[in-house]
């Protein structure tokens, strides 16, 4: 079995997906939802336990968008947008993405009607959205999810950045949106 499925079918397993239903029998909705709570889990758990520590609690380093140059901490959308970006390369049939009505960079702003409704919908409701959508004629299955500010080093960081187009997010608010697409089928 491919690395990505792998991972997969062990996120399904760690969402209990398993204990309801076959894992071969799943819907991509279920399937956006495993994938969502991994991902949710992984991006919380670096900006709390990395980021927040040793930028904010310890002072010993910072998070930037510019770690490379600037020997520093990659920013927790960074993170994701580099797995994001592995598991593309894999040629998985899904794909993940952080994007905003708000996006501090350009190339996280929507660019389709489908992504313009469906962070309208999460950042009105703070509830998932789920859609079909066809891209380059192929029918996905869309989910999108509301990214929270989860810690303070979230809002405050997007408050701060002399990019933001938006300076005044708390704790809890939501930033925008994980966008989670699943192949269904050829157009």
């Not at 239903?21 to 919380?44: C, G, I, T, Y």
């Not at 794909?95 to 919908?121: F, H, V």
């Amino acid at each position: 079995m491919r690395r990505g499925y792998r991972a997969l079918f062990f996120a399904l397993a760690l969402c209990g997906c398993g204990e309801r239903e076959p894992a071969n029998e799943f819907s991509p909705q279920r399937m956006a939802d495993a994938l969502h709570a991994v991902l949710s889990a992984n991006r919380e758990a670096y900006a709390r336990t990395v980021v927040d520590r040793l930028q904010y609690q310890e002072g010993r380093m910072k998070a930037t968008e510019h770690y490379r140059e600037e020997k520093a901490l990659p920013l927790p959308a960074q993170m994701l947008r580099m797995s994001a970006e592995a598991i593309a390369k894999e040629g998985q049939p899904f794909s993940y993405a952080l994007l905003s009505p708000w996006p501090i960079n350009k190339q996280n702003g929507p660019r389709t009607d489908s992504e313009k409704n469906g962070l309208r919908a999460v950042t009105e409701t703070g509830q998932p959205h789920y859609t079909e959508e066809v891209i380059d004629g192929k029918r996905y299955f869309a989910a999108y999810y509301p990214d929270k500010a989860v810690i303070q080093a979230c809002a405050r960081c997007h408050n701060e950045h002399e990019d933001s187009p938006r300076k005044d997010f708390r704790t809890g608010d939501v930033l925008g949106g994980l966008v989670i697409r699943i192949w269904l089928s050829k157009g």
